[in-house]
């Protein structure tokens, strides 16, 4: 059984973290498979309707998914079948994209970069005292609490949160491109 299955199989015993983990992991996947769709629907409409069938369906004890990262490839299956039905409501028939194409198989799991990691974190080290301390409170946190209690949780107002994570963002940006890292490349 794949990570993917374990966290579904524990959502669909109630577990919201679980939900929120698997998310994580089929998110790229589904992305990538939706870009195609792009110019006929809005994508992130199409993720997050996915993301709620799919919490929908996890609480479904009548419905069983069965094999080898079932659950993805039903989010995926879903996806596709919400693009095309937004595109055909909105009149957009004529941008979608063939249906006789076959979709380019994603992995769930792309294969780690040891060196991307290393840089990434190297740069998230060197990110000014505050906007890192914001970014240590997202990463640590960032799935399991709103923004608002993560702010209070390192004596922040909101908007100084968030603020101070976009600082973050940025100088770890800098910092990887300063390397050699083209951002653009990394998070296709």
């Known amino acids: ?61 009548e419905r069983e998914l069965s094999g080898e990262n079932a659950s993805l490839r039903f989010a995926l299956g879903l996806a596709r079948n919400l693009a095309r039905a937004e595109a055909r409501r909105l009149g957009r028939e004529r941008l979608l994209p063939p249906e006789d194409v076959p979709d380019v198989p994603v992995e769930p799991d792309p294969p780690s970069d040891p060196g991307l990691r290393r840089a990434i974190l190297e740069c998230i080290e060197r990110v000014a005292k505050r906007p890192l301390a914001a970014l240590r409170a997202r990463l640590a946190f960032g799935a399991l609490a709103p923004d608002r209690d993560i702010a209070r949780m390192v004596g922040m107002t909101v908007n100084t949160f968030l603020q101070n994570i976009v600082r973050a ?13 083209v951002l653009g490349e990394v998070l296709r």
């Not at 992130?44 to 069938?53: A, K, N, P, W």
Request: glycine share 6%; charged share 30%.
């Open 169 to 181: 963002r940025r100088q770890v940006a800098e910092c990887l491109e300063q390397k050699g890292i």
């Open 1 to 61: 059984m794949t990570r993917i299955d374990l966290l579904f199989a524990r959502a669909r015993d109630g577990d919201a973290e679980a939900f929120a983990g698997w998310m994580g992991s089929v998110e790229l996947p589904i992305r990538s498979r939706l870009q195609r769709f792009a110019r006929a629907v809005d994508v992130e409409s199409i993720v997050q309707e996915t993301f709620l069938r799919m919490w929908v369906l996890a609480r479904d004890r």
